[in-house]
């Protein structure tokens, strides 16, 4: 094939987001969404198709990480497709670039003190000719490496990406995409984004409390897994779905108090998680603290490890961003006159939670008993964390665990 016929069939672009929560999550309400809750809400939704079609898996995902992978994309797309990735993340049109600006800022500042580490970088194809604002513009607002690759030996390529993936998540996720995933003729940019969090907890939980005790898997079995023990206060509460079911909703703060896991949990052992995940959205999350107080409570959680890979073409199309996929219809020319569509947008995620703190997590808990002797609250059956950064409202870290 000639040089013109090539021109004429589109090249890939492949978008892919690396993301990892390692230890550990502080308060803040806000009236309208801030622009880390847009972004957030499309990422849950994201892992809200992810585990409906996943309901006994563990599932663990970056919202943040969705979303911004889409944003550094933002400023290449046009028409219909800009329009699209506009309205998925409920940014205004006239370009959300100075307030994604200031979140970065925000989420890696030293004044959270857990450490928040978020790395952009794009490869592109040598010698491929991009526009200097699209690159300008993702440099000055998520702060976006840009490096020349030589796709054409795609093994090669594939190893720098994954050796830049595997440092930016300090060796959590060591490979992030084969070299399989890229057309040695046709890939012209791929777009990384990945995000490593490790917090302390505030209160730490003592190795020598951590007992093997059971726990219900989602598929019936009961297995028996370490579960960290400490008795403390905590800000548990109980809340409603609109379909009537409750769920518990527990609050782990992380040393910094910026950063939280959250944990939630049904409160009857017959209601099944599902029932709870499509109800999470930033604004529920606002409403939690309303229905929260510190109790006095012996805390059981498992101590776990989970990671998932996720291929985000289908849940992002069903949410209306699907022209970025299409040859025919996406439509990328601020990038490059070349045309250009996403070939494949993936995320890997990891989490570790220990007696020392975490890396991602959501929690829901409630007591509605007041006793003399403190309660015990066993995280004993699936459950689901967020990691969530208070003052901006971000989720960080999200997953569904079925079996720690």
């Given at each position: ?17 690396a993301?990892l ?8 309400l ?39 992978v ?141 007992k ?6 989602a ?13 403390s ?118 989490i ?15 007591i ?37």
């Amino acid at each position: 094939m000639g040089v013109a016929g090539i021109m004429k069939k589109h090249a890939s672009l492949v978008c892919l987001g690396a993301l990892l929560s390692l230890f550990g999550v502080k308060k803040v309400l806000c009236q309208a969404p801030s622009y880390g809750e847009r972004g957030s809400d499309l990422g849950i939704q994201v892992f809200q198709e992810v585990v409906r079609s996943k309901p006994l898996e563990n599932v663990v995902l970056s919202p943040h990480g969705v979303a911004s992978v889409l944003g550094m994309l933002l400023p290449g797309a046009h028409g219909e497709t800009r329009r699209q990735i506009i309205k998925g993340l409920r940014y205004k049109k006239n370009g959300p670039y100075k307030m994604l600006k200031r979140l970065h800022k925000t989420l890696t500042s030293k004044s959270n003190q857990d450490t928040v580490l978020i790395a952009n970088g794009i490869f592109s194809q040598k010698g491929f000719p991009m526009e200097k604002s699209f690159m300008s513009t993702n440099k000055a607002n998520f702060q976006c490496e840009s490096r020349s690759l030589d796709f054409s030996n795609p093994h090669t390529a594939a190893d720098e990406i994954n050796k830049w993936v595997n440092n930016m998540t300090k060796g959590h996720i060591p490979s992030l995409l084969q070299a399989d995933m890229l057309d040695p003729a046709m890939t012209r940019l791929v777009a990384v984004n990945s995000i490593y969090f490790k917090g302390l907890w505030k209160s730490c939980f003592k190795p020598e409390n951590t007992k093997m005790r059971p726990f219900n898997a989602a598929d019936g079995s009961v297995y028996k897994v370490p579960m960290m023990s400490q008795l403390s206060l905590f800000n548990i509460g109980i809340a409603i779905t609109p379909e009537g079911s409750k769920y518990k909703v527990i609050e782990l703060p992380y040393h910094g108090d910026n950063v939280t896991m959250i944990i939630v949990m049904p409160s009857e052992e017959d209601t099944p998680l599902s029932n709870i995940t499509p109800h999470i959205s930033t604004a529920t999350v606002q409403t939690w603290p309303k229905l929260m107080h510190m109790r006095k409570i012996r805390l059981l959680i498992p101590k776990f490890t989970a990671d998932a890979e996720v291929d985000l073409e289908a849940p992002l199309s069903s949410l209306g961003i699907s022209d970025i996929f299409s040859q025919d219809k996406a439509d990328f020319s601020h990038i490059s006159t070349e045309p250009l569509h996403v070939s494949k947008a993936l995320q890997k995620a990891k989490i570790i939670v220990n007696e020392d703190g975490t890396q991602a997590a959501a929690a829901t808990a409630t007591i509605l008993l007041a006793r003399s002797s403190p309660p015990w609250v066993t995280v004993d059956r699936p459950f689901l964390f967020l990691i969530r950064h208070k003052p901006t409202g971000t989720i960080l870290f999200m997953g569904q665990i079925n079996q720690p």
